[in-house]
């Protein structure tokens, strides 16, 4: 039984061959180590793969996610040259043929520039701004950066799609300033707002 793969490379070799033109192709035969990178969803990387959306329930099952819509940036996953996939874990990366989608080199750069950009945030609010961003924290999670409610992530709650996959304590502060400056003009706007409607 010939497989899809090599049924592609047989017919095109015989098509290059009638055509008189000679032609080679190589498949790469590495599994791959595929980090989460900033904006990616499951069926992102499905397609990345499989150019359609048919890993999407392997890759949540076998990498024990419970919400397909909602994966973190630096989550590692293997997927297999025959399209199996496989939790990441150090016994899987040490036992398969790992060809990283990510170079060392440039894996830790991005971490460098996310860790200073996630690190180097500070809030310019003060004073009674401050106090309403605490209040609004205070009721929408009780200050915890983890807590969630659906789509909403965090301290601030704020939807998923805002935070990009990035829910450092410092991307947390700085969309939720961003988004009140943009919406409410402050965080006292934000606070009347809320404690009118129930809601920010």
Same mark, same amino acid.
Request: cysteine-free; proline content about 0%.
């Given at each position: 039984?010939i497989?899809?793969?090599?049924?592609?490379?047989?017919?095109?070799?015989?098509?290059?061959?009638?055509?008189?033109?000679?032609?080679?192709?190589?498949?790469?035969?590495?599994d791959?180590?595929?980090?989460?990178?900033?904006?990616?969803?499951?069926?992102?990387?499905? #397609?990345?793969?499989?150019? !359609?959306?048919?890993?999407?329930? !392997?890759?949540?099952?076998?990498?024990?996610?419970?919400?397909?819509?909602?994966?973190y940036?630096?989550?590692?996953?293997?997927?297999?040259? !025959?399209?199996?996939?496989?939790?990441?874990?150090?016994?899987?990366?040490?036992?398969a043929?790992?060809?990283?989608?990510?170079? $060392?080199?440039?894996?830790?750069?991005?971490?460098?520039?996310?860790?200073?950009?996630?690190?180097?945030?500070?809030?310019?609010?003060?004073?009674?701004?401050?106090a309403?961003?605490?209040?609004?924290?205070?009721?929408?999670?009780?200050?915890?950066?983890?807590?969630?409610?659906?789509?909403?992530?965090?301290? #601030?709650?704020?939807?998923?799609?805002?935070?990009?996959? !990035? #829910?450092?304590?410092?991307?947390?502060?700085?969309?939720?300033d $961003? #988004?009140?400056?943009?919406?409410?003009?402050?965080?006292?706007?934000? $606070?009347?707002?809320w404690?009118?409607?129930?809601?920010?």
């Amino acid at each position: 039984m010939i497989s899809k793969k090599n049924f592609a490379k047989v017919s095109a070799t015989l098509g290059a061959v009638a055509l008189g033109v000679s032609a080679t192709a190589t498949a790469a035969n590495a599994d791959t180590i595929y980090t989460v990178q900033s904006g990616d969803t499951l069926s992102g990387i499905s #397609y990345k793969f499989a150019k !359609d959306n048919s890993m999407v329930n !392997d890759l949540a099952k076998k990498n024990n996610i419970q919400d397909i819509n909602k994966i973190y940036v630096g989550q590692k996953l293997i997927i297999k040259s !025959d399209g199996e996939i496989q939790e990441y874990n150090a016994q899987n990366a040490a036992n398969a043929n790992v060809a990283d989608n990510n170079t $060392q080199a440039t894996q830790q750069q991005a971490a460098q520039a996310q860790s200073q950009a996630s690190q180097s945030y500070t809030s310019n609010a003060s004073g009674s701004e401050a106090a309403a961003k605490a209040w609004i924290a205070a009721r929408e999670s009780g200050g915890n950066y983890g807590a969630t409610n659906g789509q909403y992530i965090g301290k #601030y709650q704020l939807s998923a799609s805002y935070l990009n996959g !990035d #829910y450092s304590a410092a991307n947390q502060e700085r969309v939720a300033d $961003q #988004y009140v400056a943009s919406r409410y003009g402050s965080w006292q706007n934000a $606070q009347a707002h809320w404690q009118a409607n129930g809601w920010y």
